[in-house]
């Protein structure tokens, strides 16, 4: 039996000019982008349509920035919404799926994303840290590297995003040590990447108390359909358990290969990317091969999307 996917991107998905027909088509746009500016400080709109793209790049900003645009779709979409059977966010994309779940209101994602995003970037400054890109190393060989790489600092995979791409995440010094020990050992690419902080890793466990606080005060209740974690890459279930996930993905790895794996396990044959880019589209074409690909971004793709459903 055919099943469908949503999918929510995260963190690098960004673009300037996102959002920008779909806030203009939708009243209900406009309020969520008002809610997120009042909660950042910051014109969220203007920044997301207008740039620039180095202050959009900063945590506290690119992460409401993506989620917004996702729940953006979602609203514009409305009853349109094809019917799907699991649902799953890169990092910050969890609360998009989640949202569109039911276990927590859209409003809510938008609150906890933007707590979220600011307690990460408080990590960031409080323990300064980086990222790089490995492809073409298993997950095994870069864990080693990893491991051998640790000697001066962290470094720890951040993101398995698929099959032979994975991030790695910690202090600079020994990051570096990854992506030379990488190279030595075949990987067809591993580079510094241009990142505010050590995301996923140890490096950010400053935030986690205040996320866990946070969490406590909002409503989190099971999800309608499955929505599948980071952390564990198998579904979670009751409010208790997604908070605790939530707050245990600030400092774990995003295991996205593994989800990807669980959902082409359990047949899920159509893919549909809610929000911007199409870099979990990417992924899944290569890892799942499912048998339909959708990426609902623009207005024209959710028109377009709408048209062939009626």
Known sequence: MSRTALFFPGQASQYVGMGKDLYDASAEVKRLYSLASDLIGEDLATLSFEGPAERLRQTRFTQPAILVHSLAVLAVMGDKL????????????????LAVAGAMSFDDAVRAVARRATLME???????????????????????????????????????????QIAVSGHIVSVEKAVQLAREQGAKRAVMLEVGGAFHSPLMASAKEGMEAYLREITVKAPAKPVVANVTARPVDGGDDIRRLLVEQITSPVRWAQTMQ??????????????????????AKRDMRPESIVTLDTLADVEGFSAQSD
Request: charged content about 15%.
């Open 122 to 164: 408080e990590a960031c400054q409080r323990n300064p840290g980086t990222m790089a890109a490995v492809m073409g190393l298993d997950a095994d060989t870069t864990e080693r590297i990893c491991a051998e790489a640790s000697g001066q600092g962290v470094v720890i995979p951040a993101n398995f995003n698929s099959a032979v």
């Open 82 to 97: 094809p019917p799907f059977d699991f649902a799953a966010g890169h990092s910050l994309g969890e609360y998009g799926a």
């Open 262 to 283: 669980y959902l082409a396990d359990q047949g899920v044959t159509r893919v549909i990317e809610v929000g911007p880019g199409k870099v979990l589209s990417s992924l």
